[in-house]
């Protein structure tokens, strides 16, 4: 079966460069939801899409912003880098706009600030 | 807002049974997950839980208490690929995100 897809895997940038992160969620789900997760650390929720709108929005620096496309796929475009951007990006996918149902990771993109 | 809390590690014999606790607080519930989490992977989904009781899946069982903010995962006949990270994530009502705890690593020894 089909799962969340998150390109790259890995990312090395230098401090005040600028990323993109791209997340391709499974077929027929409509949320898009953004995870970082520092070492050692749970996963901090970013922000969320819903039907290309944004739905919600957490901890999420004003350097990032993110969206999410006519094809559902979602972006976060992360600027100004700084060393504790490093960490590991999520984006899980689910259905109908919730999590009344379960969700899916990706495998995650680890973005590394030198 | 959300508030989770859970212990940090545990580590059990391959066989054993152990429980993951995790209290939380919420302003709404909409339902609570637990996740299995190995280093450096994606958080697998475990089990769901929105009414009070226990839901049981093979190995892995989970509790809710609403009333009291609780819940537990209860991992049966560990195996040595159970060692990971385990996490709960707590779904408010109203909004779109989950919010997870620190996570509970288990350490499973022969």
């Known amino acids: 079966a089909a799962g969340v897809i998150q390109s790259p895997r890995h990312l090395i940038k230098e401090k005040r460069e600028t990323a993109t992160l791209k997340c391709y969620p499974i077929?027929?789900?409509?949320?898009v939801y953004w995870y970082q997760q520092g070492p050692g650390q749970d996963p901090q929720f970013l922000i969320s899409?819903?039907?290309?709108?944004?739905?919600d929005k957490g901890s999420i620096p004003d350097r990032f912003s993110a969206q999410q496309f006519s094809d559902y796929h979602s972006e976060l475009n992360m600027s100004s880098l700084e060393l504790g951007d490093s960490a590991l990006y999520f984006c899980?996918?689910?259905?109908?706009?919730?999590?009344?149902?379960?969700?899916?990771f990706g495998q995650g993109t680890r973005l590394t600030v030198v | 807002g959300q508030n989770i809390d859970q212990p940090t590690e545990m580590t059990a014999t391959e066989g054993a049974i152990v429980q993951i606790n995790c209290t939380y607080q919420?302003?709404?519930?909409?339902?609570l997950f637990w996740y299995q989490q190995h280093a450096g992977e994606a958080p697998t989904f475990l089990s769901y839980?929105?009414?009070?009781g226990l839901e049981e899946k093979g190995r892995f069982s989970s509790f809710l208490s609403r009333s009291k903010g609780y819940s537990y995962l209860l991992l049966k006949e560990l195996q040595m690929k159970d060692s990971a990270s385990y996490l709960c994530?707590?779904?408010?009502?109203?909004?779109?995100?989950?919010?997870f705890g620190k996570g509970n690593q288990v350490v499973v020894i022969p």
């Open positions: 899980a996918s689910s259905q109908q706009g919730g999590w009344s149902t379960e969700a899916f």
């Open positions: 077929p027929r789900h409509d949320t």
């Open positions: 899409f819903y039907e290309k709108m944004q739905s």
């Open positions: 919420t302003s709404g519930f909409n339902g």
């Open positions: 839980n929105v009414l009070d």
């Open positions: 994530a707590v779904s408010g009502y109203g909004n779109n995100r989950l919010a």
